[in-house]
């Protein structure tokens, strides 16, 4: 059963950079579990919610952004030593409009959007490393390509 949902938040990078891309990186604030840490948007699915759903609730609720295209990218395992369970988490790429500024919630306490390889260098958890490295293959030509009427999830 998936319990937390990870999303890889792109943005269109400017003009006439060689990147498609920028990945969207929140550091964890003081006071928080993993104080300090940088991770991609992430949290739990609520009860009775669908994983996409979840996904476009965490982006606008850690971002004051709105996803205009979501995509699922894989499910990963992991164990949470505190609860002594392994979850599962629904991973996605979110596309936004543009690299705007970002509304914090409480959880973070900056952001930065990064090209792909410097995400991969600050994030903490390898999981990410992976979801950003699947997100840039996926649409490394925009969309999904000739897999983009499996892996797009329909508007809300």
């Excluded at 499910?75 to 996605?92: E, G, S």
């Excluded at 500024?101 to 490393?129: F, G, Q, Y």
């Excluded at 490394?140 to 499996?150: P, Q, W």
């Amino acid at each position: 059963m998936a319990g937390v949902v990870d999303v890889v938040v792109l943005a269109p990078a400017p003009h006439g950079r060689r990147d498609r891309w920028r990945v969207l990186t929140l550091r964890r604030a003081a006071g928080v579990r993993c104080t300090g840490a940088w991770e991609l948007v992430h949290g739990s699915i609520e009860p009775g919610e669908l994983p996409a759903a979840a996904a476009r609730r965490e982006v606008l609720e850690e971002t004051g952004m709105v996803v205009q295209r979501l995509y699922t990218l894989a499910v990963n395992p992991f164990y949470l030593t505190p609860r002594n369970t392994i979850q599962m988490a629904v991973v996605f790429a979110a596309v936004v409009e543009h690299a705007s500024v970002v509304m914090l919630s409480n959880e973070h306490d900056t952001t930065a959007w990064r090209t792909p390889t410097a995400a991969i260098k600050h994030l903490a958890w390898p999981r990410e490393h992976e979801a950003v490295r699947y997100a840039m293959h996926l649409l490394r030509d925009g969309d999904a390509g000739a897999v983009e009427d499996v892996l797009r999830v329909p508007d809300a």
